[in-house]
């Protein structure tokens, strides 16, 4: 489901003393914050971002109004959203967020296979959890398992690799 806002992070430090922040990333490309304007905390506040800059596997932020280390230390464990009106991520892309509880159906036999329930990410692609009465199955979202994903739906369809939802 298409949400209004979307988690696109987490602060978990502080970079300097002059109230820069280390947001942990929860995209795959941190380059797209460079472009956003504005996050919000969870209670809607918003927050005016002054810059964005990815740096190795985390983005260094500065924001207006914070200027020091222990402002900054104030946001951390803190996570931001976007409006995702906001962004700009093309018209079949997806946030993580947006897909989980998801039904999720097999292309060839049209089976319902479970719900996405949650997403790990390994490095070198992302692994679907999707439950099914009292087990989960993991599956690798690569191009060849995953034929299509329909957020507006919450509807998702794949080809599972073989025997991964073989019942014992």
Known sequence: MRKEFLEVGKVVGTHGVKGA????PWSDDSAFL???????LADKTPIKLVSAKAHGN??????????SIEKAEALRNKVLMIKRNDADIGKDRYFIDEII?????DADTGALLGILSDVSKTGANDV??????EKEYLIPAIESVVVSVDIDAE???IRPLGGI????
């Open 155 to 157: 509807k998702v369809i």
């Open 21 to 24: 922040m280390r947001l942990q």
């Open 128 to 133: 679907w959890h999707i439950k099914r009465n």
């Open 34 to 40: 460079e472009k956003i304007k504005t996050v919000y």
């Open 101 to 105: 509880s998801s039904q999720v159906f």
């Open 58 to 67: 985390i983005t260094v932020i500065t924001a207006e109004g914070i200027d």
């Open 165 to 168: 939802f073989d019942e014992d």
